[in-house]
């Protein structure tokens, strides 16, 4: 991978207006004499452990190890486990690299992507997509080595899927971007499924149902915020191009099918009363909150709704491996 040249910085000299004191290099300064080098390369390391987007990498790896264990009827090989995570992380990770490369121009134009490192100019285009492309090719290698060569194909026809059909097509052209494109999203449940398994069934396809109907609320949440962005780069995201009960109404919907997922599972994968209590209370919680927000429609009450769709898969999820374990 082609990374010389971007620890170089030019260096930042600092008038000292103190006689005929001769001109130093600024300590501050990227490139300074005493610790320069090492905060350049350390800040590129950062940007590029950011142009995979970890926040959202962690999101997809808390729904495949409760997967794993809920394929497994108990604690799977923890080798497996982790290679498989590793695996998870370097697909996932590639595939948001590829989104920022190919989304670098409407960055620019939206407020809370200008610090992403194709934006600030951290990283070069070139050296972003060659990243991707190897970090794709480890994950494949890693999941086909470790797990098996299903979870590898599914991993990757996830990454085409979010590249080809959400970032390249929908995205710019779609209102219904994100309910189509977020099925990527959804896959990790069958990677980690699968990683156990080698074989796919209906238990993994009822979650991943329950991921593909989580993705818009959780994400029009977000852009009812950010909405103003949307439109200042010319997105078509829901609540920036329909009225906000139109996009309210289409929350409680996908959310209540979310919640229908969530509690089909309960005979599918005979899971028990932890599970089941935990996923009657959340969605009806769930629900609600999106309904509040059609009545509360404001910024602060739609980051509510967004933290609180983070922690319910995290909940969900955990109340699944509780009931699978004890």
């Known amino acids: 991978m082609a990374l010389a040249g971007l620890c170089d910085r030019p260096v930042r000299w600092d008038v000292m207006a103190v006689g005929s004191r001769p001109l130093v290099p600024s300590r501050l300064a990227p490139g300074g004499v ?22 959202i990498i962690e999101l997809l790896l808390i729904t495949t190890v409760p997967t794993m264990v809920l394929a497994e009827g108990g ?4 080798w497996l486990v982790l290679l498989t ?11 948001n690299a590829v989104n920022m490369y190919v989304d670098r121009d409407i960055d620019r134009l939206m407020e809370r992507t200008q610090n992403r490192p194709l934006v600030t100019g951290a990283i070069e285009p070139r050296n972003a997509l060659v990243f991707a492309v190897v970090l794709e090719v480890a994950a494949f290698l890693v999941l086909w080595a470790g797990a098996n060569l299903l979870a590898a194909t599914l991993a990757l026809a996830a ?26 999203g959804a896959v990790p449940v069958l990677v980690g499924w699968a990683a ?25 949440a977000l852009a009812i ?48 009363l932890i599970y089941s209590v935990t996923a009657v209370a959340l ?30 898969v995290t909940v969900l999820f955990g109340a699944m491996t509780l009931d699978v374990l004890l």
């Open 159 to 184: 990454t085409a899927f979010y590249v080809g059909i959400y970032t390249l097509w929908l995205k710019r052209t779609s209102r219904q971007n994100i309910v189509i494109g977020g099925a990527a």
């Open 85 to 95: 995570l590793i695996g998870g992380t370097l697909a996932a990770g590639g595939a």
């Open 225 to 272: 915020k950010y909405a103003d962005d949307y439109r200042a780069a010319n997105v078509p995201m829901l609540p920036a191009v329909v009225p906000f009960e139109h996009a309210v109404r289409q929350m409680v919907g996908h959310t209540v099918a979310m919640v229908a997922a969530t509690i089909v599972l309960i005979p599918v994968a005979d899971l028990g």
């Open 283 to 312: 969605g009806a919680v769930f629900i609600g909150a999106t309904i509040w927000l059609g009545r509360r429609p404001t910024a602060s009450a739609s980051m509510r709704v967004f933290g609180f769709s983070i922690t319910y």
């Open 75 to 78: 604690w799977p090989s923890t």
């Open 34 to 55: 005493a610790h320069g080098g090492r905060r350049a390369a350390t800040s590129t390391i950062g940007a590029y452990v950011a142009l995979t987007k970890p926040r």
């Open 196 to 220: 156990v398994q080698n074989s796919l069934g209906w238990t993994p396809f009822v979650l991943f149902a329950a991921m593909f109907f989580w993705t818009p609320p959780h994400f029009w």
